[in-house]
């Protein structure tokens, strides 16, 4: 059974489609642009969706054609000056239009709503009906948005080496500087650094560590209870609230000194953490960024 394909609806199709992608790209790459460009660059990438029912001209379907027409379309799009930036400009281009068809694929086979394929000039043309497209469209412009936000998010992540040094021993810890953790011990106004527990343990003295694995959920207990330890006099209550959690309480101490980026305080508090604060493994410590005014 031949699938029927109308130039006119295809037209308008690949033209919404393309406005969406350069749409994407711009935001994304965060150019300046005007919608009079995005509307030429999407107009020029419709006409040349046209032209796959023309078998003469197979020479615009070539692979140097292709990657000839999305460098044309980038450059009717945007003004770009610098060679290396319109190169990353039309690889961008490229992903949101790969994401864009996975997001296309997955409506053709998980609604089963499409009414065939036409393959002309190495171009696959999936007769999908009008909802089902333009509700794909949008929705891919949804999910690489998404992606790219959270792409971002773990891109600008700031890390620092944390070193936490006790009785003359050390540990060394990947911290994350956590805008979340504005936490400070309520006596001194101290900043904190919230670390795991686990990777304290080689500068933790034995007792503290038995006593910890068994109290750390009722830090009043264990600071009681370790009267005349090696750790009373550093020990502190640190108040803090969660989801969940509106007032909780958090065991510390004072080291003797922390190194973050090679600069050294004696002025700031450990929070031990009994939870893995990165389920990746990336950090195992959450800095205090106010921690970075006192040091």
């Known amino acids: ?16 489609i ?7 790209t711009a935001k994304i790459s965060r150019l300046q642009f005007s919608y009079a460009r995005v509307v030429l660059g999407s107009f020029i990438g419709a006409v040349y969706s046209v032209f796959m029912f023309f078998p003469q001209i197979k020479v615009l379907y070539t692979i140097a054609a292709k990657i000839a027409v999305s460098f044309i379309l980038v450059a009717a799009t945007f003004t770009i000056h610098k060679v290396r930036t319109f190169f990353k400009v039309v690889l961008i281009f490229y992903i949101t239009s790969f994401l864009f068809g996975a997001v296309c694929l997955a409506g053709f086979f998980f609604t089963g709503g499409g009414g065939g394929t036409v393959i002309s000039n190495g171009i696959f043309y999936f007769n999908l009906p009008l909802r089902i497209l333009i509700f794909s469209s949008f929705a891919s412009y949804g999910v690489i948005r998404i992606l790219w936000r959270i792409y971002r998010a773990d891109k600008f992540r700031t890390y620092k080496k944390v070193e936490i040094s006790l009785e003359g021993k050390t540990v060394c810890l990947n911290g994350l500087i956590d805008t979340g953790n504005m936490l400070k011990e309520p006596v001194t106004h101290t900043p904190v650094v919230v670390a795991q527990f ?5 500068i933790l003295p034995d007792s503290f560590k038995e006593a910890y694995a068994t109290m750390h959920s009722t830090p009043e207990n264990l600071i009681l209870n370790s009267e005349g330890g090696e750790m009373a006099s ?23 000194f922390v190194t973050i980026d090679k600069i050294i305080s004696e002025n700031i508090i450990i929070g031990i953490s009994p939870d893995i604060l990165s389920a990746g493994a990336n950090y195992e410590a959450l800095i205090n960024p106010e921690i ?4």
């Open 1 to 16: 059974m031949k699938t029927a394909v109308y130039i006119d609806v295809l037209f308008a199709i690949n033209f919404i």
């Open 18 to 24: 393309n406005f969406l992608l350069l749409l994407a």
């Open 198 to 202: 686990e990777p304290l343990q080689p």
């Open 234 to 256: 550093r020990l502190r209550i640190i108040p803090f609230s969660s989801l969940g959690n509106s007032r909780g309480m958090m065991l510390g101490f004072k080291p003797d």
């Open 292 to 295: 970075f005014t006192v040091i």
